[in-house]
């Protein structure tokens, strides 16, 4: 019978434009992988209708282990406070294959 | 006279109909990356046309061309940028992203002063096309220089600790906004159609002409469609932006057609036709190669004052009155 463990899924809503440097950071920080999905909505910059690039906007996954947490969300806090809108949640979740989400993509 | 030809123009009718289809609340929705093709292929269309014809031209006045237009490129953004900050309504961050979209280019305004003149019947050059696809990129490089500088003043009145952790400094480095800059996708598309247009045997050409020529009206017209849409969700935001930079938002376009329209006819000696555009790439705001550039680079600047300015009050301003406008300016100062 298959295991679970927990782990810590990190959900960031940003702009498409931010993506490499999303992508970037989380190789800095040996995150194991990430999944963008495009996104609509609106909110406090206004509508996101995704028809023109620079109003499209993307929901980004990561899923890492706890100790790797606080250090991700610093970053991503420094990155608000030089003024890009990002919204971010986090939730608990449960993995089968811990190992998978502790070793670092390329 | 030509003013009303202007909005009898299909392509410009059907920007009418997406500004108002967006007014009355209409259910209609493109679907989602229709205005991204559609503007791949208007500007491989015009690209390859373009190409093909300058492959006849004259190498001096190309290069001629090219020197005026990155002498616009440049200025223009300073221009805008001391008049945003003249007026003191916006911070000097904002100010840098607006001027950058003013010095930049818009296809879609250029492409329908091309609806506009074919319209008319009056011939123009083929260098202008040249101008838009160097006109691109110099607006942005000047706008990153006035963010650094407005960022640099910024840090000395408030000194707060810089972190050299995640990217070296604010924002994102300078060389790879550069790069961003110059191998931009409508640059790209642009100047490699344009390329392989003034290569390519004519025979080539000639087998490409249903692609690039008997359907290229049609595709403008449901590019403007969608783009009269997208406009139309920005006037929404008119309040947001304030008389001001509204006044900025129409007077901007006005002073860089004058310049673009001298430019032309002065300096450059087009014909009506051929300074008309070039008045137009003066006049134009981008809103597709800008403002993600903005939003990367500057993300302290508010981004629904530049958009609502590019796409809500110039590109339609343009369209509408600012090309007939330029096209009168131009044969006056022809006629004199």
Known sequence: ?106 | MSSFSNLLIPAVLFFALGVIARVIKSDLRFPPDLAKVLSIYLLMAIGLHGGYELGKADLATAMNAIFWALVLGFSMPIIGYLALVVTRKVSPMDAAAISAHYGSVSAGTFLTAIAFLDNSQVTYESYPLIMLAVMESPAIIVGLLLAAMARKQLAAKDPRPVDLDDDGGSGTKFSSLLHEAFTNGSVVVLIGSMVIGAISQPSGIEKLKPFIDDIFMGALCLFLFEMGMEAARRIREFKKVGPVLAIFGVAMPIIGGIVGALVGVMVLEFSVGGATLVAVLGASASYIAVPPAMRLAVPEANPSFYLTLSLGITFPFNVLVGIPLYYWFVQYLVGT
């Open chain 1, 1 to 106: 019978m298959a295991n679970l463990y927990p782990h810590k899924l990190v959900n960031i809503i940003s702009l498409d434009v931010l993506q490499d440097k999303l992508a970037e950071m989380f190789r800095r920080h040996g995150v194991s992988g990430y999944t963008i999905i495009r996104v609509r909505g609106e909110g406090g910059s206004g509508e996101a209708a995704g028809t023109l690039d620079f109003e499209a906007n993307i929901m980004v996954k990561v899923i890492v282990p706890e100790e790797k947490l606080q250090r991700l969300l610093d970053g991503l806090q420094r990155q608000i406070d030089k003024g890009y809108h990002l919204t971010i949640f986090v939730s608990d979740v449960e993995v089968i294959s811990p190992e998978k989400f502790s070793t670092p993509f390329k």
